[in-house]
């Protein structure tokens, strides 16, 4: 027990040592308490040799009992032995991948991520002597072309931004073990609720918890789950670099978290009723949904993600600046937001936002023309969905 509060002592000492300590046990609320606290106390050096043998909670940055809720949750999530909670999805990406590859490394990495992701690689990693080749995991030849004696890392997502194309992630994970290299995957846009990348052969998992996973677009936030092996190489690089995730955002996500599955399989069931809508409809040109017999990987899908197909989907308008803002205002469900994954539909516009770094030529070369629009499914009820999709549409191209 600490000492502290005496009322012998000052007001102005008080006033630091009342209320210090909770005075009456505070085991199993029913809800989870958040614990903004930067440091916990220790009562003399055996009980601080105690902390550190027991792994339990000194500073912050090391470890944080809302963070170890949240990273309790992730690695069952997605079926790992360990998980880190990080700062944000970039937090995330860029500490595993820096914790696992050192100069003189190649990565082999799809060509379709989040952009951001791609300027890791290309505007950090190759100043330190990592390089990386971008290609299309859906060719699985040119995987195997592009490999080297040095690629000591895979790098893709389940579902990729923005064309909602889907690797066999099997496959590459075996290719990467063959090549004594490891795979790790952002399943930022399906979530564990509806794919596990661990199960499919990836070593790490990394996701931006902002999206999907916490679902109210409150929090950002990120986790990296894998073997207990890597992990622990990645945390060591968190604790260095300072990349975890703070004690209120690991709560709110944690709280979003109990209704993932819910909401992931509602998003998933509106995305694909939209999917077909919208191919049906005459004033758009192109649908990309995995869960449509038109995508290229529909059956890759089928068999690695089961029932559920995500709630993300792109569209492909024509290239009409003036009919597509005549759109984005009709709608009244869906609007413009830089994110995804919450719980209203939003739409995004990747030449303005995650490619928007990319010149139009380069855009075109991996499919993404000036009317590609990037929607991500919310709750709402379906019918009512789809008919103010088609509605809005009716508006701006009839
Ligand atoms: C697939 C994917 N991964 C990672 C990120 C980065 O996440 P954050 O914004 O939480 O850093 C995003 C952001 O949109 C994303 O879409």
Partial sequence: ???????????????????????????????????????????????????????????????????????????????????????????????????????????????????????????????????ATFVDFTNMDEVKANMKPNTVMFYTETVANPLITVPDLKAISDLAHANNAILVVDNTFMTGALAKPLTLGADLVVNSLTKFANGHSDAVCGSITGSAELVAKCHEMQVLLGTQADPFSSWLVCRGLR???????????????????????????????????????HELAKAQFGNYFGGMLSMELPEDREKMNKFMRAMHLCHYAMTLGGYRTSMAYPPMSSHSDMTKEERMAIGISDGLLRISCGIENTEDLVNDFLQALEVAYK
């Fill in 259 to 297: 209704t993932l599955d819910l909401r992931v399989k509602k998003q998933a069931e509106n995305a694909a009723a939209l999917a077909v809508a919208l191919e049906k409809s005459p004033y758009v040109l192109k649908v990309y949904h995995p869960s449509l017999e038109s995508h290229p990987q």
């Fill in 1 to 131: 027990m600490l000492n502290g509060f005496n009322k012998d002592f000052a007001f102005e000492t008080n006033i630091l040592e009342a209320g210090a300590y909770f005075n009456a046990p505070t085991t199993n609320p029913e809800a989870l308490p958040i614990h903004m606290s930067t440091a916990h106390n220790v009562e003399d050096l055996d009980d601080l040799q105690k902390r550190y043998d027991e792994k339990g909670f000194c500073y912050n940055r090391n470890r944080n009992p809302n963070r170890g809720a949240l990273i309790d949750m992730m690695t069952y999530i997605e079926a790992g032995e360990a998980s880190l909670g990080c700062s944000s999805g970039m937090a995330a990406i860029s500490t595993a991948i820096i914790a696992n590859t050192k100069a003189g490394d190649h990565v082999l990495s799809d060509k379709t991520l989040y952009g951001e992701t791609i300027e890791i690689f290309t505007k950090i990693l190759n100043r330190y002597g990592v390089e």
